[in-house]
């Protein structure tokens, strides 16, 4: 079940294949709107279905194996309570999450909560738009370039951010190798820092003490997933993803 703060899940894994429930949506989504590099791209704009689901599986917020599908998705958002009214533009509508239907398709635009959108005119403007913003989204390569500015990262360090913190991802333990190498695949033969010796004796205390079912989740901080390597691109003497981060910002900060 989910378990924590936002920033936070836990997804159990069972001998048949696992579901997505409204709940687990909900969690994926606030992970997903969070997400420093995935976010940004698929806010205050209109879009599709397919690209709100393509975006909760870049963000690996869910495990791969639980089946997702734009009607799944449209009706477990329905029974979400924050986001009830969805439909409504009459400014009752205080989630930031509006959906309108066209020609039996949904569309979405995410906004900060509060903000109010205008009910679309579905024009040929406007479809052009949103297949302009469905062609230049991706999420299959998440470059350098897309790190967030220092000034963001200082930001969340102030603040504690527990979603950059304590996000994490889900890898089924009998397909681990398999997405592991697949994985370093898509990281662009990214090299992974060595593990020190006090890094194993504290990975191995760890292990000592929670005592996991086989088939439950095998997880990970958001700082230890490939996508923060691909995006931090730690040095062999970075222990992991956050602590390249804060040497950066330090070595920014003395050249002040």
């Not at 370039?145 to 200082?154: A, C, G, K, R, Y």
């Not at 913190?165 to 889900?170: D, E, I, K």
Request: proline share 6%; aromatic share 6%.
């Amino acid at each position: 079940m989910l378990a924590g703060p936002i920033g936070a899940m836990v997804l159990p894994l069972t001998d048949d294949a696992p579901k997505v429930t409204k709940e687990i949506l909900g969690h994926a989504l606030e992970l997903t709107i969070h997400h420093p590099t995935i976010g940004p791209k698929i806010c205050k704009k209109w879009i599709t279905v397919d690209t709100i689901i393509d975006a909760i599986r870049a963000a690996a917020v869910i495990d791969a194996s639980m089946g997702m599908n734009a009607r799944l998705l449209n009706i477990l958002l329905s029974k979400i309570q924050k986001y009830q009214l969805i439909n409504r533009f009459d400014g009752s509508n205080l989630s930031g999450f509006f959906r309108a239907k066209y020609s039996k398709q949904s569309y979405y635009i995410i906004l900060p909560p509060g903000e109010q959108a205008e009910y679309p005119l579905f024009d040929k403007q406007w479809k052009e738009e949103v297949e302009r913003v469905k062609s230049s989204i991706s999420f299959r390569s998440l470059k350098s370039n897309d790190i967030p500015p220092v000034e963001h990262l200082l930001e969340q360090e102030k603040k504690g951010s527990s979603v950059q913190r304590q996000a994490t991802y889900c890898i089924n333990p009998q397909n681990t190798k398999s997405d592991i190498h697949e994985r370093q695949q898509d990281s662009d033969h990214v090299s992974m820092p060595k593990n020190t010796k006090s890094d194993s004796h504290e990975r191995q205390q760890d292990s000592d003490h929670v005592d996991m079912p086989r088939q439950q989740s095998v997880c990970g901080t958001y700082w230890d997933s490939p996508e923060a390597y691909k995006l931090f691109r730690p040095s062999q003497c970075d222990s992991n993803c956050l602590s390249a981060v804060e040497r950066r910002i330090k070595l920014l900060q003395r050249s002040e």
